[in-house]
């Protein structure tokens, strides 16, 4: 029998308003929704192996628990994100904990839970502390009052350093911390004022997201029509969002960071064990509205809308939709587009030998204009190109 690790993702889409650049399937609900929520994805967990069951013509390529399975799995990693997930009732929480140690094998968990940092109290974080949590990832998304009032966010500023300090206080030593590049009204002083703050709380972890400009946000929507609401007209141009970037890269390098990520850096050791299975394309189940699983052939998500959810399951019936085995091709691109966003990249004699392609051609006049770099068998994105990462990407992958 093989034997692999598993991550867990659990999805709470629920937040208390609505961020303007928000892109995510997620609602504002009544705190009545939790409960039945918490309860549908605890079934969801328990009933695991019979929705696989139902799903798959074939035997399941992941079987978990006390069967008789092909794989031995044990879960290392367990990812509550959102949404809020820092909204539902710390006991709640707890019960999807229980639940999932209930019915998987476990072994030195990173377990993490995304927070909103005005959403922190001392009971709150104890009560975390206590049911597992070992890790939390706060939203901070900037430390200027201004930009964060534009985005619709609930804290500010005294709220990230309040609720660190709890959390610290609590006992927590594995902290991360969100930043947005490019929100309306940031510039290059609140930047960099942003930045400084990071340096001071020192978090273990930091990702920086470049603000995505699309269809799917009320300001990417506004912005794209030319309009004003959601201080669209304010949203910094393309080019200083990427000098904000390019300055954080050298900032957070000089004060001892490991930028392990296009987005994401970490003390050394504290890279997130979650978040990397991602990009090295790593089996990871995940339960409730809108979840994504991955079995390392196959990719599957739930139904997004909450209610829908938690009616599939109170019926019995698979909540699973977009069931995609995966062709080599799509494989393959993966394997790229997944494996160069992490800056140690990729084994290129590996991937070759594996989807019998050789790929020299196409890497060869990328890295003479400098936007790949092969060393051997490893294969990089240029340190200098990352803010433009996705044009390289459509070049690679034509
Ligand atoms: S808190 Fe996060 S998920 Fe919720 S609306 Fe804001 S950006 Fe979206």
Redesign the pocket.
């Known amino acids: 029998m093989r034997a692999m690790t598993l991550g867990i993702y659990i999805q709470v889409p629920f937040?208390q308003?609505?961020?303007t650049?928000?892109n995510?399937h997620?609602g504002v609900v009544s705190r009545d929704r939790h409960l039945p929520y918490a309860e549908a994805i605890c079934r969801e967990i328990e009933d695991y192996e019979s929705l696989q069951d139902r799903v798959e013509s074939a035997a399941p390529v992941l079987q978990m628990g006390h069967s008789a399975a092909p794989i031995s799995l044990t879960v290392d990693t367990v990812y509550f994100g959102?949404?809020?997930p820092s909204l539902l009732d710390a006991t709640l929480l707890g019960k999807i904990l229980d639940t999932l140690g209930h019915n998987f094998s476990s072994e030195s968990m990173e377990v993490t839970l995304e927070a909103?940092p005005e959403t922190i109290t001392p009971e709150k974080a104890r009560a975390w502390r206590d049911a597992g949590f070992n890790r939390i990832s706060l939203?901070a998304q900037s430390f200027n009052d201004t930009e964060l009032q534009a985005a619709?966010?609930m804290h500010r500023r005294s709220d990230i350093f309040s609720g660190n300090r709890i959390l610290r206080d609590t006992g927590f030593r594995n902290i991360g911390l969100d930043l947005i590049a490019g929100l309306p009204y940031q510039t290059r002083e609140t930047w960099e004022e942003s930045v400084r703050h990071i340096l001071q709380i020192r978090p273990e972890h930091l990702s920086i997201y470049m603000l995505e400009i699309d269809e799917g946000s009320r300001l990417g929507a506004e912005s794209l029509a030319g309009g004003k609401r959601y201080s669209a007209t304010e949203i910094p141009a393309d080019d200083s969002i990427a000098d904000f970037y390019d300055s954080a890269c050298a900032r957070l390098s000089a004060a001892g960071y490991e930028h392990y990520e296009i987005s994401n850096w970490a003390v050394p050791g504290m890279r997130s064990r979650h978040n990397s299975k991602y990009w090295q394309r790593k089996p990871y189940l995940g339960f409730g509205a809108g979840a994504h699983s991955f079995d390392g052939e196959k990719r599957w998500s739930n139904v997004h809308d909450s209610a829908r959810y938690a009616s599939c399951i109170e019926h019995g019936t698979s909540p699973r939709e977009q069931i995609e085995t995966l062709t080599p091709a799509q494989a393959l691109e993966e394997e790229l587009f997944l494996g160069l966003r992490q800056l140690d990249g990729v084994d290129l004699e590996r991937i070759e030998r594996e989807y019998h392609v050789s790929l020299r051609d196409r890497i060869a006049p990328l890295a003479e204009q400098g936007f790949l770099q092969l060393n051997g068998a490893r294969l990089r994105l240029a340190p200098n190109r990352l803010s433009i990462s996705n044009d390289v990407f459509v070049e690679l992958l034509g």
Do not use: A, E, L, P
């Open positions: 937040c308003t609505r961020c650049y928000c995510f997620t959102g949404g809020t909103d939203g619709g966010r």
